[in-house]
């Protein structure tokens, strides 16, 4: 019987990995791109009231009204566009994903984006049945506007994903470029503005000019990646389309109360972005100044670094593998080929944490 319900498994997701989650015990985690800083004990002491007051036994308000108001504020959406929540961006993705998926036609839909990118744009293309392609970026993680031109010509996508800046390599792409990108793209494009509080960069403002434009955020870098709650915003049409596909109550009561206050208390983590953005820059410098290492320049909460193969060199996975027993978790790209060919990515975390990781990192690459 097993193997009979296994059966209709389609192939294509037998065939995909799932996104693996690194176990962190023990170790200082700065693989996943978190805000190191929890919020003053005063305000979580008047968190805790509000939360209190929760009414558990009740569905949270469906369309979480009042969260999105604060949003609107916080973020600066222009006036008369739209807001819909996602339980964090990779659901907006499944639900954007979702909207155009043509199962029943017989054209190819297609979902593009820019290779090495983000990761969730590809794995759920596939879930949902649309073809992916990726453009690659030039080597040092630049559009190739060439290459990008003939590819929505030929593939015609229905969304375009702008990851702004890009992850995994920290960089926001030319905004003359995206603006092409913008005009020539014959369905959406959305801007993952998902680091914008490091990057202090957006295209928010742009949804004015372009109704084809969704620009897409998070809670989770700003410090609040246990809510899990992203959105995206663009004009309402589109918007309201997008949202017949939300699940009700996709926004808990607990995220509802918990996002609307700490957003009364903005400035908070506007105050520990600008501390990760200043040790961002000294930790770019300490690496910089190692042998061994190709480090590139980041407007996001982490830096990509590639560790050169010269002679008697360790290798990417060996420095991995020595950081790691250094008692700091980092990410491996595990890559042989291709641009992210012997890199390793590090989330940029608190003074004591970049000290402990800078620490390892210079015992693994005198290793010999």
């Known amino acids: 019987m097993l193997e009979k319900s296994l059966n209709w498994i389609r192939p294509v997701i037998k065939e995909i990995q799932a996104y693996h989650v690194a176990d962190a015990s023990g170790l200082i985690k700065l693989d996943a791109m978190e805000n190191p800083y929890q919020l003053p004990d005063d305000l979580k002491s008047k968190l805790q009231v509000e939360l209190s007051k929760a009414d558990l036994n009740r569905y949270p308000d469906p369309s979480a009204s009042r969260l999105r108001e604060k949003l609107s504020q916080v973020m600066q ?58 453009v690659p970026l030039r080597d040092d993680f ?22 702004y800046p890009n992850n995994p390599s920290a960089n926001c792409y030319s905004e003359k470029d995206i603006e092409e990108i913008i005009a020539l793209a014959p369905g959406m494009v959305v801007l993952d503005e998902a680091y914008h509080p490091f990057a202090q960069s957006s295209f928010m403002d742009r949804l004015t000019r372009y109704d084809n434009l969704l620009v897409m955020r998070t809670v989770s ?43 009364d208390n903005v400035e908070v983590l506007n105050q520990q972005a600008k501390l990760i953005r200043d040790e961002r820059e000294l930790l770019m410098t300490k690496m910089s100044a190692m042998s061994g290492l190709q ?32 008692g700091v978790l980092i990410k491996n790209m595990k890559a042989d080929t291709g641009l992210l060919k012997d890199c390793l990515r590090v989330t940029v975390g608190s003074p004591e944490e970049n000290q402990a990781f800078v620490s390892a990192l210079s015992k693994a690459m005198n290793i010999r």
Request: hydrophobic content about 45%; aromatic content about 8%.
């Open 77 to 134: 959406v222009p006036a008369g566009k739209s807001i819909v929540l996602g339980n964090g961006s990779d659901e907006l993705i499944q639900m954007l994903a979702m909207a155009v998926a043509d199962h029943e036609g017989d054209n190819d839909v297609c979902l593009m984006s820019f290779d090495p990118g983000f990761v969730m744009y590809k794995m759920i293309a596939a879930f949902v049945g649309l073809e992916y392609v990726g």
């Open 142 to 163: 630049t559009i190739d506007m060439e290459k990008t031109r003939r590819s929505i010509q030929q593939n015609s996508p229905a969304i375009i994903f702008v990851a």
């Open 221 to 263: 870098k700003m410090g609040l990646a246990g809510l899990r709650m992203g959105l995206l915003c663009g004009h309402p049409d589109i918007i309201r389309e997008i949202d017949k596909i939300r699940l009700p109550y996709n926004i808990n009561v607990l995220t509802q109360i918990s996002a609307e206050f700490v957003l």
């Open 295 to 326: 480090v590139f320049p980041s407007q996001a909460n982490f830096i990509l670094f590639r560790v050169l193969n010269g002679e008697g060199a360790e290798s990417a996975n060996d420095v991995f593998d020595s950081i790691k027993k250094s």
